[in-house]
């Protein structure tokens, strides 16, 4: 048995008083042109039987009790039950009834006596389509390489059938136990650096008292970014609730790439754009749009350089930015210049001085955010920030399982008090989802966001004179 790090141990005990801690992600396909009436039902008693060594990740489970002390430790699974994790579901309304749905399995917390996973094969959706969602906990997998395990179980070759299941066994146990780098791991950080080195308060005062804390700030002056208790108070900074609410949609890379070499920006920046649009109008739509611009909190990635560990050789090599939206602005090219000036100089700071600096420099901040929403009496003025957005690459070919064709993948992040709408794109294709993810008691009706999606795009490419 190996004991949890300190941040799985701080997730598994924060579970308890907050929100779940898992994410997942939805694939939406379509059958082959030979597929017959029982197609769905014939591929998931294949994935029931399939007799594949199960991946080590999706074995072990975290366990604490008399015999670990009170320590959280993992327990590993020789075998596993497939018909408890792997379920079948067919819905009746379509696509409408389909992300319904997904928000309902979404707000279910994951079975903690063994392996904190789930999947999903539904049919029912529109024009004969069905789809998998897939769920892990954040202490057995992060975002990104759950995204790649995924990926493993595609091919691009529309004739191979007979394909492995997404949880067959494509890794090294020697990889285990291993770093974290998606999304939550990437906003936590700051706690496992924090848990690490002030359990007594030792190791933060006297990084503070040697000033290199100070030194990590004042770096800053200058920037454009957003600063601890900086961001304007939105609902999205409250209590979550019990419920979810999920929905998604695609665009065209050839019309985010037009808007991109026309105003000189980078694609992330105009996908970032958008989202800051689309949360502009919503919140002015219900009559909180704020007079000061909401700040996004956004990874960087700090690429390894030749020689150095890769992120999958342990290299964590992620930093935040906390980037303001510019929602303040009625001009689209405004904001996207703000955007594109800010993640320009956020990845000039994370890259000199690492990503470790920038967790610590923004502690506050998601300290700000994470924590006054679990106290009973927080002043509901200012906030660390307001919406993590993040951009995960998928692939680059169009893929296929047992001959279906995968028309879309969709991230379905992690929201959490403090957090209660997270926005993650991927890119798949010639395309870019975008998955939207909410409690219910913030956004109830998470479906405008796909029309005005559009309607900001349309507003980018109409304001840069490319349509």
């Known amino acids: 048995m190996h004991p949890l790090d300190p ?26 042109a030979d597929a017959g009436p029982a197609y769905v039902d014939e591929l998931y008693r294949e994935t029931l039987a399939a007799n594949e060594s199960i991946d080590p990740r999706l074995r072990r489970y975290p366990h604490r009790g008399v015999d670990t002390a009170g320590i959280w430790m993992w327990r590993e699974y020789t075998t596993l039950d497939m018909s408890r994790h792997c379920l079948r579901r067919t819905i009746s309304g379509g696509d409408g009834a389909f992300w319904q749905l997904i928000g309902e399995l979404d707000a279910e917390r994951l079975d903690r006596s063994g392996p904190m996973w789930m999947s999903y094969l539904i ?65 936590t950080a700051p706690v496992r650096a924090l848990v690490d080195t002030a359990t007594s308060g030792v190791g933060l005062i006297e990084r ?45 890379k050839q019309r985010i790439q037009a808007v991109q070499d026309s105003a000189g920006v980078t694609a992330n920046d105009v996908v970032t754009a958008m989202v800051a649009g689309v949360v502009r109008l919503w919140l002015r739509d219900h009559g909180e749009l704020p007079n000061q611009s909401l700040v996004g909190v956004c990874p960087i990635t700090v690429r ?26 009625d001009d689209p090219i405004a904001r996207l210049g703000l955007i594109h000036r800010s993640m320009s100089e956020g ?3 994370v890259a000199k001085r690492g990503s470790a600096a920038s967790l610590l420099t923004n502690a506050a901040s998601i300290a700000a955010t994470v924590i006054s929403p679990l106290l009973p009496f927080t002043p509901r003025i200012r906030t660390g920030f307001n919406i993590p957005i993040s951009h995960v690459p998928g692939p680059s070919d169009e893929m296929y399982w047992n001959g279906a064709h995968v028309e879309e993948i969709y991230p379905v992040s992690t929201v959490y008090d403090g957090m209660a709408l997270n926005v993650t794109t991927c890119s798949y294709s010639d395309r870019i989802g ?17 029309p005005l999606t559009e309607h900001c795009l349309a507003e980018l490419e109409s304001a840069v004179g490319v349509r």
Request: aromatic share 8%; glycine share 10%; net charge negative.
């Open 7 to 32: 941040l799985d141990a701080a997730m598994m005990a924060a579970e308890l008083v907050s929100s779940p801690m898992h994410a997942g992600a939805v694939l939406i396909l379509a059958p082959p």
């Open 123 to 187: 049919d029912g959706l529109d024009d004969g389509r069905f789809a998998f969602y897939i769920k892990v906990h954040h202490t057995l997998i992060d975002g990104v390489a759950g995204l790649r395990m995924i990926a493993d179980a595609l091919t691009s070759d529309p004739k191979r059938r007979s394909m492995p299941p997404f949880y067959a066994d494509h890794t090294d146990d020697s990889a285990l136990p291993r770093e974290s780098t998606g999304l939550l791991s990437r906003l």
């Open 208 to 252: 503070v008292v040697t000033g290199e804390l100070s030194t990590m700030v004042d770096g800053l002056v200058g920037y454009t970014t957003g600063w601890p208790f900086g961001a304007p108070y939105t609902r999205f900074n409250g209590r979550l609730g019990s419920e979810r609410t999920v929905c998604a949609g695609s665009w065209s």
């Open 304 to 329: 390894a350089r030749r020689g150095e560990p890769s992120i999958d050789q342990h290299g964590n090599m992620f930093g935040l930015w906390l980037c303001p939206l510019g929602t303040n602005l």
């Open 347 to 349: 990845k000039h700071w």
């Open 434 to 450: 975008f998955g939207y993810a909410a409690g219910r008691d913030a956004m109830p009706d998470i479906d405008a966001l796909i």
